[in-house]
């Protein structure tokens, strides 16, 4: 066996792979503990990170953005469990998503797909196979009964392909891209963070093919009203307490107050509709 063989070697024994978490059930249950004990169970060296547990109940675009823009942070080959699952027990199916990049395990309700698609999905598979499972599926806690054995089997190196058939039309949510319509582009609100930003679904490049830059003023319609408002570089491009509209550190045309709560303004909630009316010229 030569150096680079024995230090491959060493690498193997050593690697410990990273699963990470991300649901809406909060801290105070036992939820997320019974998850990791089921992991660490199964896959002594699996690194279990916590990405968020304070997602709203039941609010998959919240948990689909927030996994989004976390997940390419992450060394390639982790594995991402993630639950907000209002469909437990009825027939989503529990799927992986086996991306150029990673691997996403959850259920099928385009939770996973907004981060998937970003880093290329190579093919979905069922979780079917009851050998990669808890003895006991409960009706109601799939990510401690079939998510979390199957992320850690996963670790352990078991191929994808074994866990059961192919998805040929996973759940493609609304939320995962934009539409021109005319002069419009009509998008929805992924997320609001805590200082009350509007962050859309409407990417960078979308503005940039539209010819839309810095300095133009856009006009945005929300249920009852209508705002125009500049798109800046920074939030002190207008004063303290006006609108504004920014692609922030997200990727994603944001509508913001410098030092203010849009949100709160604007009475505008996550899955809201947006549109954006083209300025001339674009």
Not at 106 to 133: F, H, S, T
Not at 264 to 274: A, E, F, H
């Amino acid at each position: 066996m030569n150096e680079y063989s024995i230090v491959r070697a060493f690498r193997l024994v050593n690697y410990r792979p990273i699963i990470t978490l991300l649901s809406d059930f909060g801290l105070r249950d036992p939820y997320v503990a019974e998850m990791k004990a089921v992991i660490i169970s199964i896959c002594q060296k699996a690194r279990i990170v916590d990405v968020s547990h304070e997602i709203e109940k039941f609010n998959v675009r919240m948990g689909a953005f927030i996994l989004a823009q976390a997940a390419p942070h992450f060394p390639k080959g982790t594995i991402h469990v993630a639950v907000v699952d209002p469909g437990v027990g009825t027939a989503r199916k529990p799927i992986i998503v086996e991306t150029e990049r990673a691997f996403y395990v959850g259920p099928d309700n385009g939770l996973l797909m907004l981060a998937a698609r970003n880093d290329g999905v190579k093919c979905v598979y069922e979780i079917a196979n009851p050998k990669y499972m808890l003895r006991r599926v409960s009706r109601t806690f799939h990510g401690r009964d079939i998510f979390s054995p199957a992320a850690a089997h996963l670790a352990n190196g078991v191929d994808p392909s074994e866990f059961g058939p192919r998805v040929e039309n996973p759940v493609m949510p609304s939320f995962l891209s934009p539409k021109i319509m005319g002069n419009e582009v009509v998008g929805e609100i992924l997320y609001i963070d805590r200082f009350g930003n509007l962050i859309t679904n409407i990417p960078e490049s979308m503005l940039k093919a539209l010819g839309i830059s810095d300095g133009a003023s856009l006009q945005f319609k929300f249920r009852d009203r209508e705002v125009r408002v500049k798109l800046c570089s920074s939030y002190d491009d207008v004063q303290k307490g006006s609108l504004l509209s920014i692609v922030g550190g997200t990727g994603f045309l944001e509508i913001s107050i410098n030092q203010g709560n849009a949100s709160s303004l604007l009475n505008i909630k996550i899955g809201d509709r947006v549109i954006l009316t083209k300025p001339r010229g674009c």
